[in-house]
């Protein structure tokens, strides 16, 4: 530049923040601290929605169902060591999940850490990272922000979505450079998740083993429910004429209520089965691993669509592997299948109609208890119709029973509406997912929690008050860890499993300007949640549920393992 003008200048901060918001990501979930703070002030000042929690981990668990929800990478931004390592358990959330984040984090500085001279807050995070998450880098210069935001939201959302770490010294942020040259240096993404469509070899393969079928089933995964190719599945599913099983993240993608869902017949559907196709589901421990008694005797054949390679012949031998993207692959089906395809064998279909016909038969007058203090059933058949009647409303659920009861009875209607725990069965989920569900869809939410999964969260509370949101949180109260009834015999302290009886979680959230409710019956229950939905305050309701209502471990207590000793 002409001698004596003053160059125009930028550094790290701005241009983290131009790499962002250049890449569309206009919402960061964070909580402040040495060295992040005044990024995080400059991003919100600049136009970026800048979410700041009580806890990294509920920060990060927003970031990863942002990431389920938009397709693009959700950001946690933490403080170094403490801050960053509160964000790692979401991080690896994410990644065994496949939803696309980015965990940013401060860090010290390299030369302190590596001679390990006791910097604040020193850690060699980026090597901790490494094994949690998809991808992980570290950005020491600021000409190379631009190319360490690309290579991180590359690779988060392309191929199987992940979690990803970017490190980023505290002196990063400070460093200064010419603005042109700082502007040149960022870069935006081009096709980010590109289409990988399936060979037509794999798709003939497939529909080949799918119309040799006697009993064929389809199980939809969240995978399926991340591709948001929604109108291609229903009509791949609906052309198909099979019955299709969605997996928790996958309800919604069609009805439940749907006349091919076999949700309510699962276990016949599982075992009687012949031609078994996943679509982004993959056969880990949520479906047994594809044998033992949950498949029954009979021999079966897979076919499984997913877009990572190496998830074929994971547990048991893929027959007919359809490697792509899902809404890909489900076109290329429907291409394929052409005006020809006839249905599956009639007795089949008309067998799983009934089975699961006779099973919400079954389950029917249970939800009209109308029993106080409440049970499991009765609560949950109130918030059956709430859904019901609020299809656009996002479900968040988690706990043992609270969880394993909802699944099965709240039917969703629409795609990517039910938010749980995921591959891990995580607890604490809760209230960050609620959070980041309100803000990146702008719809009502209803969580309901078990009482002890509400407590791994339930600080957010103050949170959800802070930015006035949507939330309506139904906990469901039976005093303790599976249920309120455990009992210690061997001295004063209580039984490990229960929480103090008759707890009001309603007044922690009037203590933050929230509605409170305590509610003992299920029309309570009803009026309380139908007018949180109407006025978008945000609410929690305290069900009072029968301490003895709940059975150990939910439906998995068999994970648990025995001791053959006799008790001491
Ligand atoms: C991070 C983590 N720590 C512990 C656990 C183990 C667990 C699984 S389910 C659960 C809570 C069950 O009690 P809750 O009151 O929520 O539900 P209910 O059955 O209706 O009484 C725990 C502690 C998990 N999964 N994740
Ligand atoms: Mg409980």
Known sequence: EAPGTEQELTDGFHLVIDALKLNGINTIYNVPGIPITDLGRMAQAAGIRVISFRHEQNAGYAAGIAGFLTKKPGVCLTVS???????????????????PMILISGSSEREIVDLQQG???????????????????????????????????????????????LDLPAKLFGQVMNADAGQRSLVKVIDAAPAQIPAPASVKRALDVLRSAKRPLIILGKGAAYAQADEEIRRFVEKSGVPFLPMSMAKGLLPDTHPQCAGAARSTVLKESDVVMLIGARLNWLLSHGKGKTWGEAPKKFIQVDIEPREMDSNVEIVAPVVGDIGSCVSAFVQAMGSGWSAPPADWTKAVQSK???????????????????????????????IKERPDAILVNEGANTLDLARGVIDMYK????????????????????????????????????????????????????????????????????????????????????FVKGARYDKMMEAFGGVGVNATSPDELKR????????????????????????????IGNLNPQSVLKKK
């Open 81 to 99: 060591a403490p801050g960053f390592l509160n964000g790692l358990t979401a991080l690896a959330h994410a990644t065994t999940n496949c939803y």
């Open 356 to 386: 699961r016909e006779e099973n919400v038969a079954k389950m029917a007058p249970k939800l009209m208890n109308n029993k106080s203090p409440m049970d499991y059933h009765g609560a949950l058949g109130v918030l059956k119709n709430v």
């Open 528 to 555: 309380a949640v139908n007018e949180a939905m109407d006025s978008g305050k945000p609410t929690l309701i305290n069900a009072v549920i029968d301490p003895a209502a709940g059975s150990e471990s939910g439906r």
């Open 415 to 498: 795609p990517r509406k039910r938010l749980d725990v995921g591959t891990w069965g995580v607890m604490g989920i809760g209230m960050g997912q609620a959070i980041a569900a309100a803000l990146e869809t702008g719809n009502p939410v209803l969580a309901v929690e078990g009482d002890s999964a509400f407590g791994f969260s339930g600080m957010e509370v103050e949170t959800i008050c802070r930015y006035n949101l949507p939330i309506c949180v139904v906990i469901f109260n039976n005093d303790g860890i599976y249920r309120g009834t455990d009992v210690n015999n061997t001295n004063s302290d209580p039984a490990t499993t229960v």
């Open 119 to 165: 910097d604040y807050e020193e850690m060699d995070q980026l090597a901790i990272a490494k094994p949690l998450c998809k991808a992980a880098y570290r950005v020491l210069h600021a000409q190379d922000i631009g190319i360490g935001l690309a290579r991180a939201i590359r690779a988060a959302v392309s191929g199987r979505p992940g979690g990803v770490y």
